[in-house]
């Protein structure tokens, strides 16, 4: 994007922009403005960007996949599950290389998003809402102190939002984590610390 375009971010431009653990940021924008640029710069998938990004005086690159698997984790507005593998089989994935929870707390947590009746059921055949909740779901399968989330819940109803909020809650404070979340509107899912226009 040019200069102009980005003249009044909060976030672009700046010398510099601080990220708190602990806290939670809502980064708003309308579309085509970098949101999910934003998010892959910080989780190191873009390196398409002047400047640094600094993780506790560590500069993070395209390589430090430590990063991905230890500090942050992210919900992409595209998922990136896998069509062809179940509901238990896409979180059950990325917990066998973390072995953060255990196969009852994966099941309680699908059963949580009303999810229970499509477990063994491929991911190809769910809608888009079901799978977001599988997608953050599988996110929360791993240690983090940083959860990026683009977009997360642009296809589901109030009430699975409102379970998912507060299973996302629970997670957070239990690493006492930040939050950075992107959407296009003002929106109030979670009690905000700040909120960053791009
Ligand atoms: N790999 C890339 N190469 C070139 N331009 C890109 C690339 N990725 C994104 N862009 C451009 O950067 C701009 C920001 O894209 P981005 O996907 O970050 O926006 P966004 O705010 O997340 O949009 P939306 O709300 O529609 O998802 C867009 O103009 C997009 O076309």
Do not use: W
């Amino acid at each position: 994007m040019s200069e102009s375009e980005v003249s009044g971010s909060d976030i672009f431009l700046k010398n510099s922009v601080v990220f708190h653990s602990g806290k939670k940021y809502l980064v708003k924008a309308r579309s085509g403005r970098g949101k999910s640029s934003l998010l892959n710069f910080i989780y190191g998938t873009n390196s398409n960007y002047n400047g640094k990004i600094i993780f506790e005086n560590e500069v993070i690159g395209s390589t430090n996949f430590h990063f991905r698997k230890n500090r942050i984790s992210y919900i992409f507005q595209d998922l990136k599950l896998f069509d062809q593998l179940s509901v238990f089989e896409n979180i059950e994935l990325k917990n066998r290389i973390t072995n953060e929870k255990s196969a009852e707390e994966i099941d309680s947590l699908i059963k949580a998003v009303q999810l229970n009746g499509k477990r063994d059921q491929n991911l190809g055949s769910l809608s888009l809402g079901q799978k977001q909740r599988v997608a953050i779901i599988r996110a929360l399968c791993q240690p983090f102190d940083f959860l990026l989330l683009d977009e997360p819940f642009s296809h589901l109803d109030p009430e699975n939002i409102r379970i998912l909020t507060e299973i996302i809650n629970l997670e957070i404070k239990k690493r006492n984590a930040g939050l950075i979340l992107t959407s296009l509107h003002d929106e109030y899912f979670f009690e905000y610390d700040h909120t960053l226009h791009l």
